[in-house]
């Protein structure tokens, strides 16, 4: 995820003029391209915070969805400006519509959920790390999750006593 993000923040940031252009890259609104590219380059990163469970993941996301939908609406309202810039505009809006809608999903969904969906099969582990996501500044949570991880295999088998030593 940290690859796929980093890619994507970084191809927005250096190439968004490439990548909203149409068959001629001279057929674009080069200034618009630039701003549009480095607020979208910071929405791929917002969207990491979530899926990693960091703190405070809801206030990036809300910043993801503001930059996005930035994009969005300045994309909305040039699309009809220019008849050639017309598919360089639907671009930025498939784009940007698509970041916006992820990050609307993404803070719809509570970390509970996500966290219940990744370890699907390990009930136990679950719950454990939704205390723990959820308040991280519980040291009772905290204790109980690493005491969890030390004692049980990534799969949720308790490890034998001749594990516990490594």
Known sequence: MV???GILSVMYLLGSFYFFSDESIKRQNLSCSIIS???LAVVPQTI???V??????????????????????IAYLLRNKKEELKQYYRNMLYRSGTLLGLCLLLLIIPT????????????????IATN??????NKTYKKQYKD????????????KGDMLKK
């Open 148 to 159: 969890y991880q030390d004692t049980h295999s990534p799969t949720g088998r308790l490890l």
């Open 52 to 73: 990693q469970y960091l703190p405070d993941a809801q206030w990036y996301l809300t910043v993801g969805i503001v930059l996005s939908m930035i994009v969005f609406v």
């Open 112 to 127: 509970g959920t996500l966290v219940h969906w990744q370890y699907w099969d390990n009930k136990e582990f679950a719950d």
């Open 37 to 39: 590219g480095i607020l």
């Open 3 to 5: 690859l796929i993000t």
């Open 48 to 50: 990491l915070q979530k």
């Open 132 to 137: 723990y996501y959820e308040h991280p500044e």
